[in-house]
């Protein structure tokens, strides 16, 4: 039972087949953002087909999240920079007295042995950060995965400060590099705010 305007994991209906998975909008943060990241496949049209080893089979296999196959995919994401802070909030937004140190957090979100998180290095009093750092990630089931891609300020009180997020189905990542838009909490598009970003994927 749920008291306040908080989700629960999506992926938890949906790598066991759900048909429909219930969400509250109000509850603006990871699991929400997760679901908008899933439904931007298919063109954002709302509708995305259920995988084919969740449908009905012949032999009535089902699948089990918690025993997936063995790894079918490798997908590098390399960091290289940001930009658009400066021109999308004060200057004092994130920090008085200097300019923010920004980090980036990527992670994968899927069935539990694809689940996995892993950041960049804070660049230090930088409106333009450089990372170029890079992360690999094996996955076995990419049909149900999402890549998760938040932005965050270091705060020395302990709790970063947020800069922006977006979320992206890994079945319709294309190789190349990219300029990804991200959002805010709510899920709408800042107008400057971007990371410049490498996708590489490679079957196991």
């Known amino acids: ?71 079918k995919k490798f997908l590098k994401v390399t960091v290289y920079m ?40 804070a660049i230090e009093d930088e409106w333009l950060p450089v990372w170029d750092e890079s992360f690999e990630f094996s996955l076995r089931v990419p049909e149900l995965a999402v890549l998760r891609l938040e932005a965050l300020e270091y705060d020395t009180t302990g709790v970063p400060d947020f800069g922006g997020q977006t979320c992206l189905p890994i079945s319709e990542l294309r190789n190349g590099i990219r300029a990804v838009p991200l959002n805010d909490k709510k899920g709408n598009p800042y107008k400057y705010v971007r990371l410049l970003v490498r996708f590489e994927m490679r079957s196991a």
């Not at 008291?3 to 699991?31: C, E, I, R």
């Not at 899933?38 to 954002?44: C, D, E, L």
């Not at 995305?48 to 196959?69: C, E, I, Y």
């Not at 300019?99 to 899927?110: C, L, S």
């Open 82 to 121: 940001g930009e658009g802070w400066a021109r999308e909030f004060r200057h004092t937004h994130f920090d008085r007295f200097s300019p923010p140190d920004f980090f980036v957090k990527v992670a994968i979100a899927g069935v539990p042995a694809d689940e996995a998180r892993k950041q960049t290095k």
């Open 1 to 71: 039972m749920r008291l306040d305007s908080s989700n629960y994991d999506p992926m938890l209906g949906w790598t066991h087949g759900a048909q429909m998975v219930a969400l509250n909008m109000q509850g603006h943060a990871k699991f929400l953002w997760i679901m908008q990241g899933m439904f931007r496949a298919n063109g954002g049209c709302g509708y995305v087909k259920k995988p084919d080893f969740l449908l009905p089979a012949g032999d009535h296999m089902v699948f089990n999240p918690s025993a997936p196959p063995p790894v």
